[in-house]
């Protein structure tokens, strides 16, 4: 690709994670070399309005009402030339009281980096809109964010494989509802105290709570359900919790293996973004056979899924070594400069500018891969009489 790249850096969103997404973003856009790249800022407020004139991070950080702002949101519209590049467009109300979309000055943008976390943004929904748009774009596709997101289908697909995960239930929030009772004894059954409850689609450590007994059970079940229609109950492990980045595409790489040690109980959304209190180990201290054993999971997680670009692997290692149980995969990780992907990275030897580096040229190898496959309706002639 000749002359600068134009990378469009996409944060905020709509999920409870808006925050974390800010943060990342703001990292990502810092890092990128003005030499080689022209970033577009674009922002989401949590309503889900796109904004990309002004300062939409000074905008998304101050919580301005984007309805009272006076001028055009943006969304991405598709470049029918074929060469993966796609245009701003803006919407705004027109003469006859709806809505009308006019083309945004400036060129057309070559790349997304979707700093997106959670619900609306990691979970497959951003990632199909790109695939319209025919817009080169960081990390997994559809299928890859979807599964990823979904903690109940990543874990049955993980069972499928091979891989080793804890023993857990999924359910609805409307079974939940209908009758709790059976819910705690179907749980109580198959799990032993303590257990976690999780939303099946958050990340961050979001809605999840540790149940130490039955008293505990139907409060934290309530929590899960206020943030996702489907509900996971797993079985609590005395274990070490360690991860490990992975990077690339049909060809992936894997980082050295790091340890969280929680200051809180276990690693929740407090204790990693408001108590300051826990530690990262970098690289872990493991045996060198469990290390690898880590890292060779991780791979086989992220082709599993059908993941690209990047991910983060979450583990348990037990503290006698004895197993290793994969947690959950993550798409779109968190992206600071001292969160945990890039830093396992930094240890591997590869720096922060020349992770993104790496990740933007995937991005692009990737849609050019993609575009590779005929479609029957793109062919020239084709037959579609019945």
Not at 219 to 244: H, K, S
Request: proline share 6%; charged share 20%.
């Amino acid at each position: 690709m000749a002359g600068k790249i134009r990378v469009g850096v996409l944060f905020g969103g709509q999920s409870s994670e808006h925050e974390v997404s800010l943060a990342s973003a703001r990292s990502v856009i810092g890092a990128l070399d003005p030499a080689k790249y022209d970033v577009v800022p674009i922002g989401i407020t949590r309503q889900g309005a796109w904004l990309s004139s002004g300062d939409p991070m000074q905008e998304l950080r101050a919580g301005i009402d984007p309805n009272s702002i006076p001028r055009l949101s943006s969304v991405l519209a598709p470049d029918p030339s074929g060469d993966g590049r796609a245009e701003l467009v803006q919407i705004g109300p027109s003469r006859n009281g709806g809505q009308a979309l006019s083309a945004q000055a400036g060129e057309p943008i070559d790349v997304i980096f979707p700093v997106l976390h959670g619900p609306y943004g990691e979970d497959g929904t951003v990632q199909g809109m790109l695939e319209l748009a025919g817009i080169p774009y960081v990390g997994s596709g559809v299928l890859g964010s979807a599964v990823g997101m979904d903690k109940a289908t990543m874990k049955r697909l993980f069972q499928a494989e091979g891989l080793p995960v804890v023993p857990f239930v999924a359910l609805t929030r409307s079974e939940w509802e209908a009758d709790p009772d059976a819910v705690l004894r179907m749980a109580e059954s198959k799990l032993t105290y303590p257990m976690f409850a999780k939303p099946g689609n958050m990340g961050s450590s979001v809605g999840i709570s540790k149940i130490h007994g039955s008293d505990e059970f139907g409060p934290a079940l309530d929590e899960a359900a206020r943030y996702d229609r489907r509900i996971l109950i797993e079985q609590g492990v005395d274990a070490r919790e360690c991860e490990c980045s992975v990077l690339g595409n049909d060809n992936p790489q894997v980082s050295v293996v790091g340890e969280v040690v929680p200051g809180n109980e276990f690693y929740d959304y407090k204790a990693k973004y408001v108590d300051d209190n826990s530690d990262l180990i970098i690289p872990a201290e493991l045996p060198d056979h469990v290390a690898e054993e880590v890292r060779s999971l991780a791979l086989r997680a992220f082709k599993a899924i059908d993941a690209a670009g990047m991910a983060r692997v979450d583990f348990f290692v037990a503290h006698d070594f004895s197993a290793v149980w994969i947690n959950e995969i993550n798409t779109i990780p968190g992206f600071t400069r001292i969160s945990m992907y890039p830093k396992l990275w930094e240890a591997t030897g590869l720096s922060y500018p020349g992770l993104i580096d790496q990740l933007i040229n995937l991005a692009i190898e990737r849609n050019q891969d993609r575009l590779r496959s005929k479609s029957a309706l793109s062919e020239k002639g084709a037959d579609l009489s019945v």
